[in-house]
């Protein structure tokens, strides 16, 4: 890589999900790359995709050199089921990378050179064929150990045919990935868990750098709190819908039964029909996409992170440490997190234990409030993205 000084480097971000519209974890994980990258002072040249026709206000990121954004529209699942098995592709490639995105990707870096390329998440390595560029540095920003939530979906089927699917793609995208960050220069895990995922030579060129949020709030003892418990998670997730509906079905009703006082608050965009029919049933409001999570985590006796699929670590529960509410999670809920059960959070191993714990913290409101305010000190400490900065500085810079 030629010599220049490092507020002039030229970076080509690509990502599968617009920085600019922080609506998800993984978008939120975006965004504090994005931000830390601006303001380390690097050229920005931003390629993302997004799911809204307004990718966001360019004004707010001066340092967004170019920009381009296309629509992140899925194909039907046979059409991404004959390409990836013609192509031998994990589905998640197949189903996003299609002609129209490859033709203005193609043309988006026409006549440009970069000094270094971040592939924010690993399908986006699917670009990286179409590069014409000379040798830069690459650094791939992973947002999970992908193939072990493949795996883990897999084995949640219960249909042969669905079995045989994600399977398939579970064997193909781990092939995918552990290609893709042996290919790279520097590789960018989310927790200290997710490493061990992978082999010596790719732990060897690793970093970890946390999911963070790009903002901070005092700590308070919510007064205003009303008997609301809070889910809140992305419906485009598998992991989100089968975790709320399992937590539904083996908890919750009973939990209803035992006190008509208390409501669950499904919040996440486009939830679908199975969660829906929930709606108004058992003290159940499933509000879809709300804009403002403040407000809710306001009127909240605690969130909840009923996960049992997948890997990395979930924004979720840092969201809900930093706006002073206690979370109740699953083990693997809590995986990846610097969190200890009974200070930062409360792990619910079992259908018994969620019950049992969402009842004794609610009507234990001083205990909830030691726990939240170690949780609030945590999360300032370690989940907050500008702790960050030197270390990405030097896996670009490096």
């Not at 707010?60 to 046979?78: A, C, E, N």
């Not at 003892?221 to 989100?240: C, D, L, P, R, W």
């Not at 170690?374 to 702790?387: S, T």
Request: charged share 25%; glycine share 6%.
């Amino acid at each position: 890589m030629p010599t220049r000084k490092l507020d002039n480097l030229e970076i080509l971000l690509i990502s599968f999900f617009n920085p600019l519209e922080p609506n998800s974890g993984s978008g939120l994980r975006s965004h504090c790359l994005l931000k830390n990258l601006i303001e380390l002072g690097y050229k920005v040249h931003l390629f993302a995709f997004s799911r809204s026709e307004n990718p966001g206000q360019l004004k707010d990121y001066p340092g967004i050199k170019k920009s381009y954004f296309v629509t992140r529209t899925p194909k039907t699942g046979l059409q991404a089921l004959f390409r990836s098995i013609l192509f031998l592709k994990p589905l998640a490639v197949s189903n996003y990378f299609t002609k129209d995105v490859i033709n203005a990707f193609v043309q988006f870096i026409s006549g440009e050179t970069y000094d270094v390329i971040i592939f924010d998440y690993i399908y986006t390595v699917a670009l990286k064929k179409h590069l014409h560029t000379p040798r830069c540095k690459t650094i791939i920003y992973e947002h999970n150990a992908e193939y072990i939530m493949a795996r883990d979906s897999y084995k949640k089927k219960k249909k042969l045919h669905l079995v045989f699917i994600w399977l398939m793609d579970y064997l193909l995208l781990r092939r995918y990935e552990f290609n893709a960050l042996r290919s790279a220069d520097c590789v960018v895990h989310v927790s200290e868990y997710d490493l061990q995922n992978f082999s010596a030579d790719i732990k060897d060129k690793s970093v970890v750098i946390p999911n963070t949020l790009p903002y901070k709030k005092e700590y308070g003892i919510k007064t205003h709190q009303e008997n609301n418990i809070v889910f809140v998670g992305s419906m485009f997730h598998y992991a989100n819908v089968e975790g709320i509906l399992r937590f539904i079905q083996e908890a919750w009703i009973d939990i209803y039964k035992h006190r008509r006082d208390i409501n669950l608050l499904i919040v996440g965009g486009s939830p679908p029909s199975e969660i829906q029919k929930y709606n108004g049933k058992y003290n159940i409001q499933v509000l879809g996409y709300v804009d403002n999570l403040s407000e809710i985590y306001a009127k909240a006796s605690m969130a909840i992170a009923p996960i049992y699929i997948g890997s990395g670590s979930r924004l979720k529960i840092v969201e809900a440490m930093m706006h002073n509410t206690l979370t109740i999670a699953s083990p693997k809920g809590a995986e990846g997190l610097l969190v200890e059960d009974g200070k930062h959070i409360v792990i619910a191993v079992d259908r018994q234990a969620w019950i049992n714990h969402i009842l004794y913290y609610l009507d234990n409101k001083g205990e909830r409030a030691v726990i939240e305010k170690n949780a609030h000190d945590l999360v300032e400490k370690h989940y907050f993205y500008g702790n960050f900065k030197e270390v990405i500085k030097d896996c670009v810079s490096s």
